[in-house]
């Protein structure tokens, strides 16, 4: 079947009908999906497969049949564990049924399909009896239904059910039970994430500050996790607060209630300071003792144990509602929050009356919609001050008393940053009544009498725009910009004046795995699932580059930096194709996973900011990366699914092509 989706252009903005074959959603889940990062998983992988062991043989003692539920059965791969460690019989069910069809592919090929029953269904949709999908409820439940915040993926109504109408009383579970973990930190790089800074502008009558309105200041934010490799958070950046405190903890082997509770803590403040940020994780420990334990801990929380790296699971970053001022030595009260999907957190000062406690407290709602425009990083973007001072510096010389001024950019400061410094007219921004105008209408239905029939003297753009995805997505500036040639000045003048595009060879540290095929994983043979991944991404004709935000991925570079592509915003978006072809050269030793892409921005003659590589910090090669942008990255499929260590290349050579037609960027590589 055939469907036509509609959708916006991020690049050109515009409107396009595309023909999506009803396989391409799950082909971008399974190319994009997590299955291939969880097989690579080495220490979930062993403690699972010590755990169900370990369930296994504590049934077989007491002298009964195993009989294994393993809901969201993914490969099959913990069917199989079960079946290997002597279950007599899994039903293994998968809702997602490319899912299910692989598992039923890999459970043959490893020689399990007498021990593993496959079910293609939800759980909750799952029949017991003579006739049912089971004949019989199961003695051990397994799953790996987490996600970065534990229950997120819905895990709690798929144990409440299954509880209820899959397995029998007093079965076994791996894991055995789950706990969240919590730390109560200050830290002025996150909350940078959620909050907006007051914003120094030095004008020539002297300093202003801009201050954001008291809606936004006082404004809860979004309900949605912020999950993070925490692990790359310098220790440098926040100030511990708290002990590591447990949260609460779910058992597994029990009766599950998913609905709605919260859990209260008391914490001893360790130091003074500001509480803003609840950072947590969590640990599942496979079997009842607790010996089998799997966590998410950060670095400095078990400094002596090997951290396995991992993108499936994280950690989560939760911002308190407002930031509270402790000093060392406060009882304080931490209450988490939960629904059946999310967790949000409170701090409390006194203890609230014992019974009071408002499990209906509702998760935190934005307000003031800038948490709806902006998203975390964006946030942490418009608080980047050394940012403003670029913005401001480049303002401060094209602005006259007399520019009219035109911004084109999502939820901008620029045009406010534009009136402190002095222009007479602006015309687009948040409030600032006379002085600024929103004009609610896109580049193209622009009219004059939007722009009060002047001609715009100054066109800015930083450029932001929501709907980037990746690096380029940003160009709409130049669409936009092309869409209103008619209304600028002969002497127009353009900021950003021209970008340019750049790219590196780098070899990664971690982030090639969620790429990279598997062969066996803990002895069972999961080809099948690595060709399912490859054909995926091979689905879409031209094999595109993804966005990933590169500090969280260290990462060495191969090559040195080089600039691409350039586009020049003083002009309008040409009819014809920007290409260019050319070599890197490979300056060190290493495995050349991919090219790394961004975008910089040159607003004036001698001012840029720069979306992606902002230092090389030793001769090791290590990078370091805008930590507010995502940077494009493009895989050399040849060099991670390659056993071993060929002979290494000494230069990659590449051909870009912009297509302006399509707003596209195209690449092809060749080592
Ligand atoms: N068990 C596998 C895969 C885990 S990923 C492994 O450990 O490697 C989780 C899988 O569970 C996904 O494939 C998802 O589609 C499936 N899933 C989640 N909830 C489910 C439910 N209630 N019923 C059936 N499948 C479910």
Request: hydrophobic share 35%; aromatic share 10%.
């Amino acid at each position: 079947m055939k469907t036509f989706c509609g959708r916006a252009n991020p690049t050109t903005g515009a409107m396009e009908w595309l023909e999506e074959d009803e396989s391409y959603d799950y082909h971008q889940e399974i190319a994009r999906s997590r299955y291939a990062d969880m097989l690579h998983d080495k220490d979930r992988n062993v403690k699972y497969y010590q755990g169900i062991r370990a369930a296994v043989s504590r049934v077989k003692e007491r002298g009964e049949k195993a009989i294994v539920l393993d809901i969201g059965t993914g490969t099959g791969l913990l069917s199989m564990m079960a079946a290997s460690a002597g279950a007599d019989f899994c039903y293994a069910v998968e809702v997602f049924k490319p899912m299910a069809n692989a598992a039923v592919k890999i459970v043959e090929k490893n020689g399990f399909s007498d021990k593993i029953k496959v079910i293609n269904k939800h759980s909750t949709e799952v029949t017991v009896g003579p006739d049912g999908d089971m004949q019989c409820r199961a003695n051990i439940l397994v799953t790996e239904l987490f996600d970065t915040e534990l229950i997120g993926e819905g895990a709690l109504p798929t144990y409440e059910h299954a509880h209820k109408h899959l397995v029998q009383e007093g079965c076994e579970a791996v894991p055995h039970r789950a706990t969240v973990y919590v730390q109560l930190v200050e830290s002025k790089r996150m909350w940078s994430w959620n909050k907006l800074f007051p914003v120094s502008v030095e004008a020539e009558d002297g300093e202003k500050i801009i201050v954001s309105p008291s809606e936004m200041k006082n404004c809860p934010g979004v309900p949605s996790v912020c999950d993070i490799q925490l692990n790359q958070m310098p220790s440098s950046d926040f100030t511990i607060l708290s002990d590591v405190v447990t949260m609460f903890s779910v058992d597994f082997s029990k009766p599950v209630r998913s609905a709605s509770t919260c859990y209260r803590v008391q914490l001893e403040t360790v130091k003074p300071g500001k509480a803003q940020i609840v950072l947590s994780w969590w640990d599942i420990d496979m079997d009842p003792s607790g010996k089998i334990n799997c966590t998410m801990a950060p670095y400095w929380v078990k400094p002596t144990s090997a951290l396995q790296w991992r993108d499936h699971w994280m950690q989560c970053v939760y911002f308190l509602p407002n930031e509270e001022p402790v000093f060392q030595g406060e009882n304080v009260y931490l209450t988490a929050y939960r629904d059946e999907y999310s967790v949000w957190y409170k701090l409390q000062k006194a203890r609230e009356e014992e019974n009071k406690a408002d499990v209906h407290v509702e998760s935190p709602v934005c307000r003031c919609q800038a948490h709806l425009l902006w998203n975390r990083s964006r946030f942490g973007e418009l608080n980047d001050q050394n940012r403003t001072c670029q913005y401001i510096k480049s303002l401060m010389k094209v602005l006259k008393t007399d520019s009219a001024c035109l911004c084109i950019s999502d939820g901008s400061l620029l045009p406010v940053l534009a009136h402190y410094i002095g222009a007479k007219q602006f015309l687009k921004a948040n409030h600032l009544e006379d002085k600024i105008k929103i004009l609610e209408a896109r580049p193209e239905s622009l009219t004059s009498s939007h722009l009060e029939d002047k001609k715009i003297s100054v066109l800015l753009g930083e450029p932001f725009f929501t709907t980037s995805l990746l690096p380029w997505h940003n160009l709409y500036f130049w669409y936009a910009r092309t869409a209103v040639t008619m209304h600028l000045a002969s002497d127009v003048t353009v900021l950003p004046q021209s970008a340019s595009l750049h790219m590196m060879i780098v070899e990664f540290q971690d982030l090639w795995r969620i790429r990279s095929p598997c062969g066996t994983c803990e002895g069972f043979d999961v080809r099948t699932m690595d060709d399912m991944i490859k054909n995926s991404l091979n689905f879409r004709e031209s094999k595109e580059a993804e966005p990933h935000p590169l500090w969280e991925y260290p990462c060495k570079s191969l090559s040195d930096p080089q600039e691409v592509l350039t586009f020049d915003f003083r002009r309008t978006v040409p009819q014809h194709c920007l290409s260019a072809e050319g070599s890197l050269n490979l300056l060190r030793k290493g495995k050349s996973h991919g090219a790394v892409l961004w975008m910089e921005y040159h607003l004036t003659a001698d001012t840029s900011v720069n979306t992606g590589l902002t230092q090389i910090s030793n001769d090791k090669g290590n990078c370091e990366w805008n930590p507010h942008c995502k940077q494009a990255v493009y895989f050399f499929s040849s060099v991670i699914d390659a056993e071993t260590q060929a002979d290494l290349p000494s230069a990659v050579t590449y051909a870009i092509n912009f297509n302006p037609k399509t707003g596209e960027i195209t690449m092809d590589f060749k080592l």
